[in-house]
């Protein structure tokens, strides 16, 4: 039997990360379909029925063991915004909580883009996995020519740690084509800075 990631609700301000669930496809495709041209470089799906089998193809992930994927719900509206996902967890010491894991997955309708909902989702994921988990690393990945991506890993204090080459799939490419993917990581000592910093963002925006 494979080792799962237990669905969870994570709770902030702006917003709520939810287990995701057949659902949300409605309210996910609706999101998804405003203004297209910010996802050049990250695959979200397009309309119900796409949206749909994204969903489904996920659930099964999770079945398998490989992700925990949450629907980012708008606490201003009730409506979901995005999805984002933990991945690749890795257990080194017999735990039933990982040791490591990775937050990627992650879209966002464009008007909730830069906004204090992305900032304080990735600080729910990342608080929850190094103070509930008590993981030792969590990687954070983009494809190597998503500036907008890499500048806001940056911007977290996430530490780049290089380039996986022909590494995974690019969202843009029709014919299966690899990505090259920026890997960044924070590691457990780093996350009480981190997690200050972020607050004040948070407390900012």
């Keep these: ?36 041209s910010t996802y050049t470089l990250t695959h979200v799906p397009d309309g119900v029925d796409a949206t749909t089998i994204y969903i489904e193809q996920l659930l099964r992930d999770h079945a398998s063991g490989l992700v925990l994927p ?42 909730a883009q830069r906004t204090a909902i992305n900032t304080e989702a990735k600080h729910l994921l990342l608080r929850h996995a190094f103070e509930t988990w008590g993981v030792w690393r969590v990687a954070i990945c983009t494809d190597a020519r998503n500036q907008q991506s890499r500048a806001a890993i940056a911007r977290i204090g996430a530490t780049f740690e290089g380039l996986l080459r022909n590494h995974r ?37």
């Design 70 to 111: 949450f629907v980012q719900i708008s606490q201003a509206t009730g409506e979901p915004v995005g999805c984002t996902r933990y991945l690749d967890p890795h257990w080194w010491r017999g735990r039933d909580e990982p040791d490591e894991i990775e937050i990627g997955g992650t879209w966002l309708a464009a008007p």
């Design 169 to 205: 799939l690019a969202a843009d490419s029709p014919t299966l084509a690899p990505r090259d993917t920026a890997v960044y990581s924070i590691t457990a000592d780093e996350w009480p800075e981190i997690a200050a910093a972020l607050r004040d963002r948070l407390g900012s925006q």
């Design 1 to 36: 039997m494979p080792r799962l990631l237990d669905p969870v609700t994570l709770t902030g301000t702006h917003v709520q990360l939810e287990p995701l669930s057949s659902g949300h496809a409605a309210g996910l495709a609706a999101a998804g379909a405003i203004d297209r």
